[in-house]
């Protein structure tokens, strides 16, 4: 071991727990002088409170151009509170606590200082980890207002940038622009499409019982979403974005304002929110327009089981129930530095339609195996069925509610009530059927499929809602079954746990995993399974499609090649692929001239980064991989490089 890392070896690791920040009900960001975290740009490439897939962003991203390297500043003084590297998330980051108990947090380095590197690398180089995750506040590590901490870098998620957050002395995360942080800001918002939810199982948009969508015709003074004809109560929702001078980039809005007839009906302002809530993106947005658009529209009104603390409180929470004739609605969209757009929308509401119920209990006449109930439009209490599929399908509630009709005939379509019961029938073919069954947010659930070899459990508080479930198998070979609990468009707030039967044969091979099934590209991701019983077991954190699938061959190595890093370091690069369970960079091994060294991960680049200060290339370098995937296959590559 390079003698470099020996100064730190006495230093004692404590595990990253639940720490209690100190408490300051009187902190307040404007009270603070904050500096600028680093020289690389004053501009920003996202901003507080933006859509990520699964939660809120949490702080300012700030360019640096596509490039590595440029100085990080301390943005106040205080102490080192932790420091972690991992491949995925925040990469290198670092965690400052201030004299005033609140945080600061440099995310995606390229690398710590001097003294901060040495002292990570002491640690990791005990067991050759690629992976650290310290509380430092035993060391009173002093830093302060303007030390050079770090160097900007692209690690963990994400191209080359500076994620910058800010927390309050109880680690919740604000707009670092609540301070004396600016940036130049003259443009205003502008709005991109409108959405219309229902939120009755007899309302209608334009007809239908649907999400609807529409496109914006930008004016002079408003940009307009023209005439839109409903029945029944609905939900409006935005996509919006803003910007800023000198960049390209788009940003999330600041506050919101709806208006109908003249009266404010909802208004939303993001400056601070914890992150036992942030999850809660899923209902704040319309969820099944964000997985299969990728396009974030903001909700105007107040979901069930939404606790967030963005909006101001109006009789109805922005659901809007109105009254038959024409009605104005106004929107206005706002950034932080005051700069606003108003979008203009007319509801044509009309009477509601008398529709005859059908019968509770529905007997098909024709059976179809071509019936696909993911693609049916599903709601947390009622789903559209297609006519055609209608028609061939069997189905009931397995306890009837007489004083309430099940099925509304649509013009395209039947509505079918999942509240009326806990247990819906549907037989999608001569031998198919599944039930759905209705969960409820605050309890436990268990869905079995009708086969009986497969089943999902769900922890109380698994739902913001009251929802219906099922789930069903297919069995393609021994050693491939396919799993769909559905519907896929219902947000969840835990993991849960899925379980498959297996036979002894099956059970007894090591290589078997259960995989979620991508939506969008088909893509496989590797749960962490494990093996209970006759059953294999997994714990996802969204519903979907999952499949088990057998590993058996090794990941694929290309050529090792000698770069030099922003910071002047030398680094091996081997480029990876494993098209099934993914690399387990934490067995891989990388030898370099006889020398051991730190495997480091970037999974985004699909490559494996051999790391140890104090290599220096020589005329001729050899080079060991050892590498495995995460079902152990183990691949053995050496090669000579010339410098």
């Not at 205003?188 to 219309?196: I, K």
């Not at 947005?285 to 396009?295: A, F, N, Q, W």
């Not at 007319?346 to 209990?361: F, G, M, Q, S, Y």
Request: aromatic share 12%; net charge positive.
């Amino acid at each position: 071991m390079h003698k470099i890392f020996y100064g730190f070896l006495i230093l004692i690791i404590l595990p990253v727990s639940a720490t209690q920040a100190q408490d300051s009900a009187s902190f307040n960001p404007k009270n603070a002088d904050y500096f600028w975290p680093t020289n690389a740009s004053h501009a920003l490439s996202a901003t507080f409170a933006e859509t990520r897939s699964r939660h809120f962003h949490a702080a300012l991203d700030i360019k640096t151009w596509g490039q590595r390297g440029y100085p990080v500043y301390a943005t106040r003084s205080g102490t080192l509170h932790r420091m972690a590297i991992g491949p995925t998330g925040y990469g290198k980051v670092l965690y400052l606590k201030h004299d005033d108990g609140s945080y600061s947090v440099y995310a995606h380095l390229l690398r710590f200082n001097d003294s901060l590197q040495q002292m990570a690398d002491s640690i990791r180089f005990r067991d050759y980890s690629s992976s650290l995750d310290i509380i430092t506040d035993s060391l009173n590590i002093r830093i302060e207002q303007g030390d050079e901490i770090a160097l900007s870098g692209a690690s963990g998620i994400g191209p080359p940038h500076l994620h910058f957050e800010l927390r309050t002395p109880q680690e919740e995360p604000f707009n670092p622009l609540l301070t004396n942080l600016k940036v130049r800001d003259t443009i205003a918002p502008s709005f991109s499409g409108l959405a219309v939810e229902p939120l009755s199982i007899q309302t209608k948009i334009e007809g239908r019982n649907r999400i609807y969508t529409k496109r914006v015709s930008r004016g002079t003074e408003y940009a307009h979403f023209g005439t839109i004809n409903v029945s029944g109560p609905v939900g409006l929702a935005v996509d919006v974005f803003d910007q800023a001078n000198g960049v390209n980039n788009v940003y999330a809005v600041y506050s919101l304002k709806m208006r109908v007839d003249g009266q404010t009906v909802f208004e939303s302002k993001v400056d601070q929110f914890s992150y036992d809530e942030t999850d809660q993106i899923h209902i704040d947005r319309i969820y099944p327009l964000l997985e299969t658009t990728g396009k974030a529209y903001q909700r105007m009104y107040v979901a069930d089981g939404n606790t967030l603390r963005f909006y101001k409180s109006y009789g109805n929470k922005g659901r809007l129930n109105l009254s038959p004739g024409r009605h104005k609605v106004v929107i206005e969209a706002i950034d932080y530095y005051g700069n606003s757009r108003k979008a203009r929308a007319t509801l044509n509401v009309k009477n509601r339609r008398a529709e005859p119920a059908l019968l509770e209990t529905k007997l098909a006449k024709n059976i179809s195996t071509s019936i696909d109930p993911n693609n049916w439009q599903w709601f947390n209490d009622w789903v559209n069925i297609p006519l055609s599929a209608f028609q061939q399908l069997t189905l009931a509630p397995l306890i009837s509610s007489p004083t309430r009709p099940v099925y509304h005939q649509n013009d395209e379509s039947v509505s079918v009530d999942l509240s009326v019961g806990p247990q819906f029938y549907f037989r999608t073919s001569s031998n198919k059927y599944f039930i759905s069954r209705r969960v409820q947010p605050d309890s436990r659930a268990y869905i079995a499929a009708s086969e009986g070899k497969a089943y999902a459990s769900f922890p109380a508080g698994s739902f913001y809602d009251a929802t219906s479930l099922a789930i069903t198998l297919k069995r393609f070979a021994p050693d491939s079954v396919r799993i769909n609990l559905f519907p896929y468009n219902i947000p969840i707030r835990k993991s849960f746990t899925i379980s498959v039967q297996m036979d002894a044969a099956q059970l007894a091979d090591s290589t078997l995993s259960l995989y979620k099934i991508s939506p969008d590209n088909q893509d496989l991701q590797k749960l962490s399974t494990t093996k209970k019983g006759a059953y294999l077991t997994a714990t996802p954190s969204s519903l979907g499609s999952y499949i088990i699938l057998p590993d058996r061959t090794p990941p694929k190595l290309e050529s090792p090649r000698i770069v030099k890093s922003s910071d002047d370091k030398w680094l091996i690069y081997i480029s990876v692929k494993d098209d099934r369970s993914g690399i387990d960079y934490k067995k891989t091994k990388l030898y370099v001239n006889g020398v051991r060294g730190i495997v480091e991960y970037e999974p985004e680049s699909s490559r494996l980064v051999y790391y140890h200060p104090a290599f220096t290339p020589k005329s001729l370098n050899t080079v060991k991989i050892i590498a495995f995937d995460k079902i152990g296959n183990r691949v053995i590559k050496e090669a000579t490089l010339s410098f």
